[in-house]
């Protein structure tokens, strides 16, 4: 577990998702993240399947079953937590990691602890649960928490907006997404994962 105080640290900075884009060569999905200044964005290779429920997300479009990320939110409220934030801290072996911090939910009654003495304050860090950055992404956007990354990350992996081509990636990749039937969805991981890895960081070794 990584411990990681995004209000007290003056290098942590507030992202925002800018949208899916497609990776040109390889075909596989980015999820971009764009600081304040909307001058940096940083791309993170995806999976389809994340990248789904990530537009999903954003878009709000309803779905005849939960999602997995839509059940992660009910279960959160169900337990009186919720997602204070999420925090993209560190690259490592070309994967970025990510924490999900989680705090008492003071909107839901909770249940009263055996020693009142030392009841949970407003704002208290219950736990930071690590997590893929995808995974982490498509929660927050279901639940409106913020997106914080390291600024040291955000200096190794972002690269410079260019919103109009930004608007194409995202126009393309909706496009490819609305042609790919489950069959060819399950060849194309097949294909993806036989190739070599990606130089490029990404959400997952495992995607």
């Known amino acids: 577990m990584v411990i990681i105080d995004a209000a007290a640290e003056p290098s942590v900075v507030e992202m925002s998702v800018a949208g899916i884009a497609l990776d040109a060569t390889s075909r596989s999905p980015i999820v971009l993240l764009r600081d304040p200044s909307r001058r940096r964005q940083v791309p993170i290779w995806i999976d389809q399947a994340q990248a789904h429920n990530i537009m999903a997300g954003l878009n709000g479009t309803p779905q005849p079953r939960p999602l997995s990320h839509d059940l992660m939110a009910s279960l959160l409220e169900a337990g009186g937590l919720r997602l204070e934030r999420v925090i993209i801290h560190a ?117």
């Open 91 to 207: 690259i490592e072996d070309s994967t970025f990691r990510a924490v999900l911090r989680l705090s008492p939910d003071h909107d839901v009654a909770q249940p009263v602890a055996q020693d009142e003495s030392e009841p949970n304050p407003e704002g208290e860090c219950l736990a930071e649960i690590d997590a893929r950055p995808s995974d982490a992404i498509a929660l927050a956007i279901r639940t409106g928490s913020s997106i914080w990354m390291l600024e040291e990350v955000v200096a190794e992996a972002s690269i410079a907006v260019d919103a109009e081509a930004d608007a194409e990636d995202q126009d393309q990749f909706r496009r490819f997404l609305d042609q790919l039937s489950p069959a060819a969805l399950v060849r194309h991981l097949e294909n993806r994962d036989s190739q070599d890895p990606r130089d490029a960081p990404t959400d997952s070794t495992d995607v």
